[in-house]
């Protein structure tokens, strides 16, 4: 056993980090749960019983085959999707504390490998319990708790290993920085605890007076099919459920945004999304707090020389953090691919449909991925994480839903492939896997967009896009074929065709952000984007812990940023 060991001082080159089999081994847990949060969203409107009868839905096609006997209740995509947003938020902050933990320390030794060891193991058991949401809301079920448990426990062992060295090591910033990441990491699990509380509150007892909008398509819908649409409206009327009646007469298909299980309640009428929002709460209190910091040192000048960067921080190795955050969008595809492999071959009627879809879904992929590399810097010299603090901080939240968009991206395509045709293209059903699909992959651009401007400067990259006339053109098509790919949603056709035409938007877009990074450049950076270069482009020169890049000063505002507790760290005027 040994304390671990700071990897670098302020001001001196850093070394070379790479990722070691513990953090390959890692990873390889988030493919897992990639499939685990794919099967939560399918579950929540695809597969699963709307109350008619039928587990897979009277159009899902060969899906209704995929399913077991028992399936879940339908509660809709906007539910499913929020509760993988909590989850996945979740599931990615005990990644982004060890990577973060890796970047800035040293601790190989046994007793810290044993720590992680244990680590992992309450990771897996999360990712175990990531279930469909009907089973979180069960009236004899746990909630939340098999879930959270597991987090909690993650959690408990980085306090333990942020006392060790806030009270054993004699480094003042190593003692601040961890004695820092004790206070977020209480206030992160505080968010835990409630969110518990809540979803045990949230479940809706067998006597509840609400049980009949809490039981929702299950009792609309049921009533809808078995004595017509009329009947099953007066039944959801009944027994107060707005959300039944309208399950009862619309062929059992949940809607688009179908709110049944966001009104489940309890003796008291707690809402059941209140638990995904805290789940939220919980996953993004370091970034808050990291963003009171920076502001905090804005409201108390006088304070700045007790909160200099050499005082409360320890670096982080920027060059590490933007290699692992490629390795985690590549598992975020994974699946994806996978599922084009080992897609069911499909009848001679549906074949045509089929393939195309698979073509269409790996064109996709590879634009998904593609925009990705050549958006982001490859070195810390043009990385927002060394320019600004509000922007790393900012660049961390927003790195959180492009995965989560990318996994939802190839979360429609695998639905995609497995019902290709369907027999009602007007059903909410397929309205809905429509949304998924164009929703999230528009979604993925917008934070793309969003990320681009922080590595440069917010201001630099708009002054530079409105006052450029090729620069504005690009910007509005990308905006413009965004909107088209939105509006498409609403458009009745068959999955296959749908997909296929989101490829052409995602395409058109790809080769706009390909003009805009690789011909006309990024404002303020040079070099170290893909298009210039990329992970194996020629980067000969040490960057320095504390230098900041383009030439800029350090004592302006433009001042080297690096990771205090966990998440990207900025430094203003060296304050906290």
């Not at 009277?58 to 209740?73: F, I, K, N, V, Y």
């Amino acid at each position: 056993y040994r304390l671990p060991n700071q990897r670098h001082k302020w001001g001196r080159p850093q070394y070379a980090l790479h990722a070691s089999w513990c953090d390959l081994f890692f990873d390889l847990i988030y493919v897992g749960v990639a499939f685990q949060l794919g099967a939560l969203i399918k579950y929540s409107f695809f597969s699963c019983d709307d109350g008619s009868g039928n587990g897979s839905g009277s159009d899902s096609g060969s899906a209704g085959r995929r399913l077991a006997a028992s399936t879940p209740e339908c509660v809709g995509l906007g539910t499913g999707l929020l509760y993988s947003a909590a989850i996945f938020a979740m599931m990615i902050l005990m990644w982004t504390i060890d990577m973060f933990f890796t970047a800035k320390f040293e601790a190989s030794d046994l007793g810290h490998r044993l720590l992680t060891i244990v680590q992992y193991l309450a990771v897996i058991v999360a990712a175990g319990n990531i279930r469909p949401v009907t089973m979180y809301l069960e009236e004899e079920g746990l909630g939340l708790i098999p879930f959270i448990v597991p987090f909690i426990v993650n959690m408990c062992v980085w306090l333990v290993r942020a006392l060790e060295i806030d009270v054993c090591s004699p480094s003042e910033p190593m003692r601040r920085g961890m004695s820092q990441m004790v206070v977020d990491l209480l206030g992160s699990l505080c968010f835990a605890v409630a969110a518990i509380v809540v979803s045990m509150d949230a479940i809706p007892p067998a006597t509840s007076a609400v049980s009949g909008s809490a039981s929702g398509s299950a009792s609309g819908s049921a009533s809808g099919s078995a004595s017509g649409s009329a009947s099953g409206s007066a039944s959801g009327s009944a027994s107060g459920s707005a959300s039944g009646s309208a399950s009862g007469s619309s062929s059992g298909s949940a809607s688009v945004w179908d709110s049944t299980s966001l009104i489940i309640a309890g003796d008291d009428l707690t809402p059941s999304w209140l638990a995904p929002v805290l789940m939220l709460l919980c996953a993004h209190w370091y970034s808050l707090r990291l963003l009171w910091r920076f502001f905090r040192a804005r409201l108390v000048p006088a304070a700045n020389e007790l909160w200099t960067k050499e005082r409360c921080r320890v670096p982080l190795n920027i060059e590490f953090m933007i290699h692992r955050n490629n390795e985690f969008m590549m598992l975020m595809l994974g699946e994806t691919v996978l599922q084009l492999i080992i897609a069911d071959r499909p009848s001679d009627d549906d074949a045509p449909a089929h393939y195309g879809a698979v073509v269409a879904g790996f064109v996709t992929i590879v634009t998904v991925l593609h925009s990705y590399q050549i958006s982001e810097p490859h070195h810390a010299d043009g990385h927002a994480a060394r320019r600004h603090a509000a922007a790393g901080i900012v660049y961390t939240m927003c790195m959180c839903y492009r995965a989560l968009s990318t996994l939802v991206v190839g979360v429609g395509i695998k639905l995609v492939l497995y019902a290709p045709v369907v027999e009602s293209p007007e059903s909410p059903r397929a309205e809905s896997h429509r949304w998924l699909l164009g929703g999230s992959l528009v979604t993925c651009v917008v934070v793309q967009m969003a990320m681009l401007p922080l590595h440069a400067g917010v201001r630099q990259h708009f002054v530079a896009t409105f006052t450029q006339a090729k620069r504005a053109c690009v910007f509005f098509l990308r905006l413009g074929i965004l909107g088209a790919m939105l509006g498409m949603c609403v458009v009745p056709m068959q999955p296959w065709l749908f997909t296929v035409v989101q490829t052409c938007g995602a395409s058109m877009h790809w080769v706009l952000l390909y003009v805009e990074v690789s011909v006309l450049g990024v404002p303020g950076v040079h070099g170290t984007h893909g298009g210039h270069g990329g992970h194996d482009g020629a980067h000969t020169h040490q960057h320095l812990a504390g230098d900041a890049s383009n030439g800029v000063s350090t004592t302006t505002h433009q001042e080297v940023i690096e990771v205090s507790v966990l998440p990207l760290v900025g430094d203003a005027d060296k304050r906290m």
